[in-house]
């Protein structure tokens, strides 16, 4: 999964269809315009204006992707410089561990995939640097991009499938690998919605990527939240239609296939503990996190992972050996 940039915008004339061919909006599912108009009494004018055109856009997406090939008849999708795009698999590293010259991970310090892949390399004891931001000369404009020697793999999930087998010597499971897409699909974009949803976590997160926050930062954040709710929830909506809300719908399910192992890899952290621990142990902290785990009956598994001290999430380098 990757973190992306969107922008509103009208479709391309390609893409336009007439009244007669557009998708009917599902019984029961609300216009954009009827829940920008829930907002809170304060909100302004503008903002309601923001939030109605981005679930247009939102729906409009919708509506292309219904015209399109099943995902079954479509040929792979490769960017002009060959790499990858989200969520298309690629071949195996072919080379060995002592084959490699250098690791670069190209990411953002608090996102949560990016901190999913920390969490994984620093386990491992896999060394990399990481740099902040898009790889610079990429097709992919998104991040997380990993880079290893002239080997480019973008979208954490990629990633994941592709060097999990690498570094440990033995593919993953097929469990392995169920665990996996719900906490990069499920799991992940319901967090982020709670915790964009949350007055005080904003400001919390906030205060952690700048290291300040003042009194009309705070302002700001109250006025901001109600709206970004809204926005950032229906957009993930429909990217993610599998999103978990409240996130303690997965958490449980997680608990009860964790049963009375101490770690979902059994007496030492596998692939699953590491990917669902370093999605949100960034915003450890944060009340949307820990009505998680309170919620999922999961605080004893966390404890266990805290004290593998793999929560250095700030670091931004890690050296080559």
């Known amino acids: 999964m990757a973190a992306f940039v969107w922008a509103a915008g009208s479709p391309p004339p390609e893409l336009r ?61 490769v960017l002009p410089d060959g790499t990858n795009e989200e969520g298309e698999a690629v071949k195996p590293i072919d080379f060995k561990l002592d084959e490699v010259e250098d690791i670069i991970l190209y990411q953002q ?13 620093k386990y491992y004891n896999l060394p990399f640097r990481a740099v902040n ?14 880079v290893i020697n002239d080997r480019q793999i973008n979208d954490s999930h990629v990633i994941v499938k592709t060097v999990v087998p690498w570094f440990t010597g033995r593919p993953m499971t097929e469990e392995e690998m169920y665990w996996e ?3 990069t699909y ?13 007055e005080r976590d904003v ?19 109250g006025l901001v939240v109600p709206l970004l709710k809204i926005v950032v929830e ?14 303690t719908t997965f958490g449980q399910s997680f608990r009860a296939a964790l049963g009375e192992r101490p770690f ?8 699953v503990d590491l990917s669902l621990f370093g999605t949100y142990v960034a915003f450890d902290g944060c009340s949307a996190v820990a009505r998680f785990l309170q919620g999922s009956d999961l605080e004893d598994w966390h404890q266990r992972m805290m004290e593998l001290n793999l929560s250095d999430v700030q670091t931004k380098v890690y050296g080559m050996r």
């Open 133 to 146: 931001g898009r790889h610079p000369t990429s097709d992919y404009k998104k991040i997380p991009v990993l």
């Open 17 to 77: 269809t007439s009244s007669a061919e557009r998708p009917r909006r599902p019984r029961g599912v609300e216009g954009p315009s009827k829940m920008a108009s829930k907002m809170a009494p304060g909100a302004s004018f503008a903002g309601v204006a923001l939030t109605s055109a981005l679930l247009r856009r939102a729906q409009q997406r919708r509506s292309r992707r219904s015209l399109r090939e099943p995902r079954s008849v479509c040929r792979l999708r």
């Open 186 to 198: 499920e799991f992940q974009p319901g967090m982020e919605v709670e915790l964009l949803g949350n």
């Open 203 to 221: 400001a919390r997160i906030w205060a952690q990527a700048t290291d300040y926050i003042g009194g009309w930062q705070r302002g700001i954040i």
């Open 181 to 183: 897409k719900r906490i």
């Open 264 to 271: 979902f890899g059994g007496e030492k952290p596998g692939p």
């Open 234 to 247: 229906s957009l993930f909506k429909s990217r993610y239609p599998d999103i978990a809300l409240p996130s």
């Open 109 to 121: 310090d608090l996102s949560p995939p990016c901190v999913k892949l920390r969490t994984m390399f």
